[in-house]
């Protein structure tokens, strides 16, 4: 057992046995500033776009509504087996939750290289973060939320790598609960700023 | 992450702490090494910090003359010791961003934070012991990024504290290019610093509390960073997210804050303000907490009011997220916001009064004695009095649009700030270092110390209220370029003397410390003869806090118990039990 590890568990020794595993409640609370950050920048959006009289502008390439609404469709698909890799290790079922986060890996990453082409393709167009708002705007809450679903990927990998090595059991899987959170806060933030971004 | 048998876990209690300069500091995970850290940081910092202070009163009150001892810093910067008008903009920026984010928020919540949670609950580590490394490890960096742009070209931020936009969205505006991108970076390293400590901290106080150590029975310091930990992470995402805007306006050419590429100065100081004043409270509450952790031990009495103080806090709080308007009264925002956030800014300084007078009647009727770490208590009390009063007046926003960015508002949050920050930190330095370092501090250079720095604080203060009331501009580089300033001339000539005194004045702690280090007293486990958890332990505590598990029986400040044999009670002494049945 590695140091911090030996603290951890003398640490629980002496507490009170919490209602909600430390890494779940860390994860609460870090979730609560993520919260705040997409709020401050869609509040940043919303005033922005408030001061532009006609929005899309005119004069700026179309955003792909329907490529993103597929993409939108894959992020809470991955939400879903994200639950069910959650549900598979709360029976004590290892097996399920390596097969559930191995999904759940795949459709982030597929989430992101469909964001990644659209990216490219509305660069060719010709949308540039520095002509105005419009373009502004998009790259940044899309792509503060791509790098929230990288960080992801590396959480999920981590997690899958423990689980393959056997370290996730029907008693020890805070991980994969805090994982869990931090991904259904990822998808789940999608489909908001996908109505702000691409719809409105 | 294997189960663990309870025998081997409470082995681990009697093993050692890592040893070396590798696995024993740079690497420890021990809260306490990583507290005193913490704690070198931000002193370090102070230094940097009082030197921009120095330079900029030198300025104020002697323009374009050379400032003694600082012929050695060379061009562009100064000129054979006079500071020119780029570098004082710059002095301001960096004075005010490493006051209070490089001094204030670790000297208080890292350093006080991370080594008393942990033994005030009673367990032994904080929750997330690798993370808390981490975080100490990016503030460090953040340090020095920040200290690194005063050897950019274009030499260190110029844009403000609060770097407002368009100024800080564009080099052209500022001067400064390199500075201000070291400047945003690190105030964002800085952050998630925090943000990794304020999780840890909650997790902590909330999750590893000893058997016993029901909420209501958490000293009150706990509670105070509890709430600062709340406020810190619902407040600074906004501003995290400004920052990411304002770094690629300055770096790709977005136009988020600059009106010529349509973009909005004024959304730039909602972001910051939105965090920014909650920040204020961030900073004051944990000073608040060790102010009320020293009066009840020195006044022999329980606190006054230990619940309403929690909920006033909590109240505080929750008012602190819809205040922050009352900072751009000046700055062009619809007068019909300005009437809601004027009340709402009178509003929270009833929390407050109750949490002041709560401490005043905790003195009352005490067997007070006025050791050091009192002495500080009760000035940094006395001394907030004064800013808590003055806020008032600028809180409204008809006085506010005639004293703000006037030497008045400098006054008042200097009046704020420092009881906060520099009187109760030293406070918790004296009242903690015997835990720290298992030592005394000398009690005479104490006293001195003391003396010197609440006189001459206020002497530089308190003037500058009466100049700010006489219209004089805050930030500007030579004021008597305006002839109606000219006559105010000798009050910042009286100021920069007593900030002198003020900066000559830290010499008898710096070598009362040193001192202590090494010859001080031994402490033993409780000089203070004080209840809560950390006086239950040897000093310094060993790796793990505690020898055997402390239980709690009751709240942290039974001092004069009726019928008790002693004066105070621990947390940690059954019932009916004395001191003598402490463990020893």
């Given at each position: 057992m590695s140091e911090p590890e030996r603290l951890r568990t003398a640490a629980m020794d002496t507490a009170l046995r919490p209602v909600i595993p430390n890494a779940v409640l860390g994860m609460l609370f870090f979730l609560g500033a993520e919260v705040m950050f997409f709020a401050g920048l869609i509040s940043a959006f919303l005033v922005l776009r408030a001061s532009v009289e006609t929005w899309p502008p005119v004069d700026q390439?179309?955003?792909?509504?329907?490529?993103?609404?597929?993409?939108?469709?894959?992020?809470?698909?991955?939400?879903?087996?994200?639950?069910r890799a959650r549900a598979a290790i709360g029976r004590g079922r290892p097996d399920g939750l390596r097969?559930?986060?191995?999904?759940?890996?795949?459709?982030?990453?597929?989430?992101?290289?469909?964001?990644?082409?659209?990216?490219?393709?509305?660069?060719?167009?010709?949308?540039?973060?520095?002509?105005?708002?419009?373009?502004?705007?998009?790259?940044?809450?899309?792509?503060?939320?791509?790098l929230h679903v990288l960080a992801g990927v590396g959480v999920l990998s981590a997690v899958l790598w423990q689980a393959l090595r056997g370290r996730c059991s029907g008693e020890h899987h805070a991980a994969v609960e805090a994982c869990g959170l931090y991904w259904f806060f990822v998808a789940g933030i999608w489909p908001l700023l996908y109505g702000l971004v691409y719809l409105s | 992450m294997s189960a663990t048998g309870k025998g081997e876990a409470s082995s681990v209690r009697e093993h050692a702490a890592p040893e070396?300069?590798?696995?024993?500091?740079?690497?420890?995970?021990?809260?306490?090494?990583?507290?005193?850290?913490?704690?070198?940081?931000?002193?370090?910092?102070?230094?940097?910090?009082?030197?921009?202070?120095?330079?900029?009163?030198?300025?104020?009150?002697?323009?374009?003359?050379?400032?003694?001892?600082?012929r050695w810093v060379p061009e562009p910067t100064m000129f054979e010791g006079v500071v020119p008008p780029e570098f004082y903009n710059a002095l301001v920026t960096m004075h005010g961003t490493i006051m209070l984010f490089f001094v204030a928020m670790p000297f208080l919540l890292g350093a006080f934070g991370n080594f008393l949670i942990p033994l005030m609950v009673g367990a032994a580590d904080m929750a997330f012991p690798r993370v808390n490394r981490l975080s100490f490890w990016t503030l460090f960096t953040a340090?020095?990024?920040?200290?690194?742009?005063?050897?950019?070209?274009?030499?260190a931020p110029a844009a403000g504290?609060?770097?407002?936009?368009?100024?800080?969205?564009?080099?052209?505006?500022?001067?400064?290019?390199?500075?201000?991108?070291?400047?945003?970076?690190?105030?964002?390293?800085?952050?998630?610093?925090?943000?990794?400590?304020?999780?840890?901290?909650?997790?902590?106080?909330?999750?590893?509390?000893?058997?016993?150590?029901?909420?209501f029975r958490l000293p009150l310091l706990v509670w105070m960073h509890l709430t600062a930990a709340v406020l810190f992470l619902l407040s600074v995402g906004p501003l995290v997210a400004g920052a990411v805007m304002l770094l690629l306006d300055r770096t790709i050419g977005t136009g988020f804050f600059v009106p010529a590429r349509g973009g909005d100065p004024l959304l730039w100081q909602h972001l910051f303000w939105f965090f920014g004043h909650p920040e204020v409270y961030v900073i004051l509450l944990p000073g608040f907490g060790i102010i009320l952790e020293i009066l009840p031990v020195f006044a022999r009495k329980p606190i006054f009011g230990y619940r309403a103080i929690v909920y006033s806090t909590i109240a505080a709080g929750a008012l602190s997220f819809i205040v922050w308007a009352h900072h751009m009264f000046v700055s062009g925002i619809d007068a019909r916001l300005a009437m809601p956030f004027s009340v709402t800014t009178i509003l929270i300084s009833v929390p407050f009064v109750i949490m002041i007078l709560a401490m005043i009647a905790t003195l009352r009727g005490g067997a007070a004695s006025y050791p050091t770490p009192m002495l500080f208590a009760v000035g940094a009390l006395a001394t907030f009095i004064l800013g808590g009063v003055t806020g008032i007046f600028l809180g409204s926003a008809a006085v506010d649009i005639f004293l703000h960015d006037t030497y008045f508002v400098v006054a008042h949050f200097h009046y704020t700030l420092f009881p906060s920050v520099f009187l109760g930190g030293l406070a918790g330095l004296y009242y903690w270092f015997p835990k720290m370092f298992g030592r005394m501090m000398n009690e005479t250079l104490g006293k001195i110390h003391f003396w010197i720095t609440i006189v001459a604080f206020n002497c530089v203060f308190l003037p500058l209220f009466a100049a700010g009331m006489r219209g004089h501009m805050r930030r500007i580089y030579d004021p008597y370029q305006y002839e109606f300033l000219k006559p105010l001339q000798p009050i910042h000539a009286f100021a920069t003397v007593a900030a002198i005194v003020l900066f000559l004045g830290q010499v008898p702690l710096i070598a009362n410390f040193f001192w202590s280090l090494f010859a001080g007293r031994r402490a033993g486990e409780n000089p203070w003869r004080a209840n809560t958890l950390e006086w239950a332990t040897s000093s310094p505590p060993p790796h793990g806090n505690f020898v055997e598990a402390p239980v709690v029986h009751r709240d942290p400040y039974e001092y004069s118990v009726p019928g008790a044999v002693e004066d105070w009670l621990p947390q940690h002494v059954p019932a009916g039990g004395t001191q003598e049945t402490r463990r020893e």
């Open positions: 390439p179309r955003l792909p509504v329907v490529a993103a609404a597929v993409n939108t469709f894959v992020l809470l698909l991955s939400a879903e087996t994200m639950r097969r559930w986060l191995a999904v759940t890996t795949v459709l982030a990453v597929t989430f992101l290289v469909v964001q990644g082409m659209q990216w490219i393709r509305l660069l060719r167009d010709g949308l540039g973060a520095t002509s105005g708002a419009y373009g502004a705007t998009f790259y940044t809450l899309t792509g503060a939320h791509a | 070396g300069f590798w696995r024993g500091c740079v690497f420890s995970v021990d809260h306490k090494t990583i507290g005193k850290q913490y704690l070198s940081l931000s002193l370090f910092m102070m230094v940097v910090g009082g030197l921009t202070a120095y330079l900029i009163r030198w300025q104020l009150a002697w323009p374009e003359t050379a400032v003694p001892g600082m340090s020095s990024l920040l200290l690194a742009s005063f050897f950019v070209p274009g030499g504290w609060t770097g407002y936009a368009p100024l800080s969205a564009d080099a052209q505006y500022s001067g400064v290019d390199w500075g201000m991108n070291l400047w945003l970076l690190a105030l964002a390293l800085e952050f998630a610093s925090f943000v990794m400590g304020g999780v840890n901290i909650l997790t902590t106080a909330i999750n590893m509390r000893a058997p016993g150590m029901t909420f």
